[in-house]
């Protein structure tokens, strides 16, 4: 037996939600390290960001917005395809469900699988989870980026791909005539970071890089409170930066040595715990950040399918 519970399991009271107006029509739902979500008005369309993890979550999300704007929502954008981000899609009505091509061809490929792992690790997100009517579809995909003109003079809302990162297809959103970033798991703010289905080398070098450049200021984060400000920001992008590089620096001796994976959990653990042991889901995400940066030193290109049971075995192999 574990002497920890579990992942998130344990993890059972409400978190207090906070709705920030970021600028003319511009809204962030943070929650105490719970994902965030937010949206974007047009002229006379919205365009929301995240879906949460079932269509009951998600309404409750959507009551509070439309305390502000009663704007039909023509673009539900997903960052990526995990299942606490895009399983409440249905509850939006979206004309279209936007993600990036890989997000789409992972939903195909282990959305099932992670939506069970999902489930399994973070009980409390998933609402009334029988009324999740099954996986979701984007149905307009892109590669590279995807501008949409948001009517009046209100600008654009650019979507881009900035390289893999957290998975295999994410993507922020950023409107340009405000500076505001919705970063989606690429950054994260005061919360730890989930890499079980990362690329480590990727995304601690050129894709923050590319985040970087977009020159934000204001970013909302995957978890965590919004960073306002420039200086704010770059701490955010900093302290992600700063974790991948613990993580790989820690992994990447022991696996160098010959060491055991149980040994590289450990060393990681003590390396990030000074910092980042009090923020949200540390201990829940590094048995499955540290296999599969593991894994990744092993020459594993792709991260491997999680399941329920793949996620026991780890969580008693490296969390006693
Ligand atoms: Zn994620």
Redesign the pocket.
């Known amino acids: 037996m574990s002497s920890k519970p579990f992942a998130s399991s344990a993890d059972l009271a409400e978190k207090q939600e906070t709705l920030e107006v970021l600028a003319d029509g511009v809204y962030a739902l943070t929650a105490e390290g719970d994902p965030n979500v937010g949206a974007v008005e047009g002229e006379d369309f919205l365009v929301c960001f995240e879906a949460r993890a079932t269509p009951v979550a998600a309404r409750e999300w959507l009551g509070r917005l439309r305390e502000h704007t009663d704007k039909p929502v023509r673009y539900l954008v997903l960052s990526?395809y995990?299942a606490?981000?895009v399983l409440g899609a249905s509850a939006f009505d979206a004309d279209a469900i936007v993600a990036h091509e890989n997000t789409r061809a992972l939903v195909a490929e282990r959305g099932k699988q992670d939506w069970e792992s999902e489930l399994g690790r973070m009980p409390r997100l998933f609402k009334d989870p029988a009324s999740i009517p099954g996986l979701t579809w984007p149905t307009l995909t892109f590669s590279d980026r995807l501008e949409i003109d948001l009517g009046g003079d209100r600008g654009q809302l650019l979507l881009q791909f900035c390289g893999r990162g957290?998975?295999e297809g994410d993507i922020v959103a950023f409107l340009p005539r405000t500076r505001v970033l919705f970063a989606?798991?690429l950054v994260e703010t005061q919360a730890a970071l989930?890499t079980g289905d990362a690329f480590h080398g990727d995304w601690s070098a050129g894709t923050l890089d590319r985040v970087a450049a977009l020159g934000a200021e204001a970013l909302v984060g995957?978890r965590g409170a919004v960073a306002r400000g420039r200086e704010a920001v770059d701490a955010a992008i900093t302290q992600t930066r700063h974790f991948l590089q613990v993580m790989r620096e820690q992994v990447g001796a022991v696996h160098r040595r010959g060491g055991t994976l149980k040994e590289a959990f450990d060393a990681t653990h003590a390396a990030l715990a000074p910092r980042y042991g009090s923020w949200p889901i540390f201990e829940h995400t590094l048995p499955f950040n540290v296999s599969r940066l593991w894994d990744e030193l092993d020459g594993i290109e792709r991260p491997r399918i999680w399941t329920a049971e793949r996620d026991r075995e780890v969580w008693d192999q490296l969390q006693r």
């Open positions: 990526h995990h606490v981000r957290h998975t989606g798991d989930y995957g």
